[in-house]
């Protein structure tokens, strides 16, 4: 029996198509993702749903406290981490050259870029819940939150000063800045859109954690009041009300909500990196 | 000894200098620089020039695992000395690029940026620097209605000027300049060459060229250096019409280059 | 110069915080842990094939089954999928599809885990009851949903990978006469296959991490998983489940269990930088 050979143009013709067709099912994934949640539960979303309380362990009323509670687990972990994720780009690109300290750090990066975020929650329950004291509340939630992004705000950073033109901090060197002076007055405001890509980013990230904020902000219901209360955000509240058993409506209007913010999110990620774009081909 | 009877402003004393990878980039260095006069120092690529240029304001510090034999002197002080504020010496040595690179932002804060992080506050006196740098650098007509214009606006050859002007914004007693005009047309390069010959009135001028009729137009003082080693230094008059050496004279009519 | 100095030690305490933290992490897991681990011994844990907290056993090897059952799954779908996208986005696309892709790539990235979880639950889940029997709430279930889930990982660098495949490379075998096809099956791929590697390393992390989205489809059946048609445990849903709950040793045993999560992370983490050193220095050089 002869080997039939199949001619190279129809190979190529019948990979393409696969290709085609992966492609168009991976969009049309991520379109039935979205468009399925915002048909479940945009239709319950309105007013008084953003702006009350919830009533009846969440059936009824409003999810102000989780909107809330998101807010200010993402805003305070994103104020806790940038500094520490900007400072440490800062020290990789200009103050050190690639050696076994560099690598040390990188290490440390990654290594925590990996950790599942259930690991994080059992560090950050142990750890601040427990032996710090803080219980559970926002401060544990953001403390926890700030080690997740830092690795996203790292890289990000470091990647936005790499790509600033060495030539702005000879001029500026030349015209006699101290180092500091320079990255604060040139290299610093020239990666600025990456490095805030980056922020927001980890805010995304923030948004829709899960597993390491029940087990370190809890999950009250009460209106956040300080940073030693607990809290519960948009994701977390969206679990208990599914899995519970609770109920659908609210839960797919809070997955409604959670979505049109990360795609807020996105386009304004979008936005800055085409203004970034923007600026470097001005030159 | 300057070729001028000139006071030398700064004095290369036997200079070798090493980078991390073997080959010496310069060889027992010895030359001075006059005040008030343009020099030249010219040659193939590859020769130190840049490298020579860059100790002179110690921006090569920037350069990890390098080292530096000899002295390099500024009105007799040794600028390497740990007594020497490198600061101050980048403002009194000011040093113009070769691609024009104006920091992003407008023309006034380009060239107020050095003032300011030097300390001038006053709005007053920083417009009288803007002012007179620019009107130094030959270009106040051309910009003082777009003072507030993003600097990448300009033309090449006004944002070289612009460079400069932003040098001159520190009152500097030495301007660098690498290869100034390589990046531009024959135009704009003739407006910088007229600025330059009028600055170096008042101004020591250290000047590597884009190319050797450049250095001929140009120099007071020329300084031919090949890989690394000077080869002869002579008034520019003097060396272009009359050079000592058969290495100068091949380079100066064509053989190799 | 003083200034200078001190802005410098301070950022270099700062770009410690990632150690810092790491090993804040380390210790912490380790300890709360690690002590359950001995007193069980470290054999009869992880290959003690039942899990009963109340009657004080503690085997995690139904769930470490279940992780690798829906890890593998996971890779089985979204490795060809993401990989697929990934040719497509740099060989085939054409200009509108890219703006389309890259946007759309991004935002599957950026959607809550609970969310696909929840779809996962009240589509996926029963269409697979339906069609294929058992519970549903299965293994296939948790491969499918966590295989999207890492699409992102696979295609972003599957695709960097593919991109820095010299030009040359290309140039070559089309001037030889190959089609299109051939070029990438035979020369492109296997030209990025450290960073292909890479991407399905790392895509492995994040299904093997996994928690909410694993809670929700995968049924979180105590028992050892026959076939993936049955519900099974994973070592991060059996954390999540009961943490809420758990009290004493019980608790322990799910530190336990981070321990062991956490330990398998640090080798696929090591296995990564790995292949992406020999990436870099295999003369695609930057």
Known sequence: MTRVRVSPKVTQSMAKGLIWAATIVTVGVLLFIVIYTLARGMSHVNWTL???????????????????????????????????????????????????????????????????SIVYGLFGFVFFVLTLGLGWSVASGALTLAIMILPTIVRTAEEALRAVPDSYREVSLSLGAHKWEMIATVALPAALPGIVTGIILGIG??????????????????????????????????????????????????????????LLVNVVINWLVARLIRRRVAR | ???????????????????????????????????????????????????????????????????????????????????????????????????????????????????????????????????????????????????????????????????????????????????????????????????????????????????????????????FMLMGEVVEVAPGPTLFKRPQDSRTEDYITGRFG | MRSDRVIRFVLFLVALSAIAALTLITLFIFRAGLPLIIEVGPAKFLFGRTWSPTQGQFGIWPMVVGSVWVTLGALLIGVPLGLAVAIFATEFAPPFAATILRPAVQLLAGIPSVIYGFIGLVILVPLIRESLGGPGLSILAGSVILGIMILPNVIS??????????????????????????????????????????????????????????????????????????????LTSNIGLEMGYATGKHREALFATGVVLFLLIMVLNAATSFLVRRRSQGGIGR
């Open chain 1, 50 to 116: 953003l702006t009350a309380e919830p009533a009846d362990m969440g059936r009824s009323g409003g999810i102000l406290p989780t909107i809330v509670g998101t807010v200010v687990l993402a805003m305070f972990g994103v104020v806790i981490a940038a500094p520490f994720g900007v400072g440490t780009a800062v020290y990789l690109v200009e103050y050190t050259r690639e050696g076994w300290l560099t690598r040390v750090i990188r290490f440390g990066v990654d290594a925590l870029a990996g950790i599942p």
């Open chain 2, 1 to 223: 000894m300057s070729a001028h009877g000139l006071r030398p402003k700064i004095q290369v004393q036997d200079v070798s200098y090493f980078y991390p990878v073997a080959k010496p980039a310069l060889r027992h260095v010895t030359f001075d620089i006059p005040e008030r006069a343009i020099t030249a120092i010219f040659g193939p690529a590859g020769g130190g020039k840049t490298t020579l240029l860059r100790l002179l304001n110690r921006l090569n510090d920037r350069v990890y695992d390098t080292r530096l034999e000899g002295r390099i002197l500024l009105d007799g002080q040794d600028i390497y000395s740990p007594a020497m504020d490198v600061i101050q010496l980048r403002r009194r040595v000011s040093m113009v690029f070769d691609l024009p690179n104006p920091l992003p932002g407008t023309v006034r804060q380009n060239v107020i940026y050095g003032p300011r992080i030097a300390g001038v506050r006053d709005p007053v006196h920083l417009d009288e620097l803007l002012e007179q740098s620019l009107r130094r650098a030959a270009m106040w007509d051309e910009v003082k209605d777009r003072l507030d214009d993003p600097a990448e606006s300009l033309s090449g050859g006004q944002q070289q000027r612009l460079c400069i002007a932003r040098s001159l914004a520190l009152e500097p007693e030495v301007l660098l300049l690498n290869k100034p005009t390589s990046a531009l047309d024959p135009i704009s390069s003739t407006k910088i060459e007229e600025t330059l010959h009028s600055l170096a009135k008042t101004i020591t001028i250290v000047l590597s060229p884009s190319s050797t009729q450049q250095a001929a137009r140009m120099a007071d003082l020329a300084v």
């Open chain 1, 205 to 262: 990230r923030c948004v829709g954690e899960t597993a390491a904020v029940i087990l370190t902000a809890g999950s009250s219901l009460r209106m956040p009041t300080s940073l030693f209360s607990p809290a519960r955000t948009m994701s977390v509240h969206f679990f208990i009300l599914a899995r519970e058993g609770i109920s659908d409506e609210m839960a797919w209007a809070t997955g409604a909500v959670l979505v049109v913010s990360i």
């Open chain 3, 157 to 234: 660098i599957s695709e960097d990978a593919i991109r820095a495949v010299p030009r040359s490379y290309r140039d070559g075998a089309l001037a030889l006469g190959a089609t299109q096809w051939q070029t990438i099956w035979g020369v492109v791929l296997p030209a990025a296959r450290s960073g292909i590697i890479a991407s399905i390393v790392l895509g492995m992390g994040r299904a093997v991490g996994e928690t909410m989205a694993v809670i929700m489809v995968v049924g979180n059946a105590l028992a050892l998983p026959m076939s993936v048609l049955d519900s099974a445990t994973t």
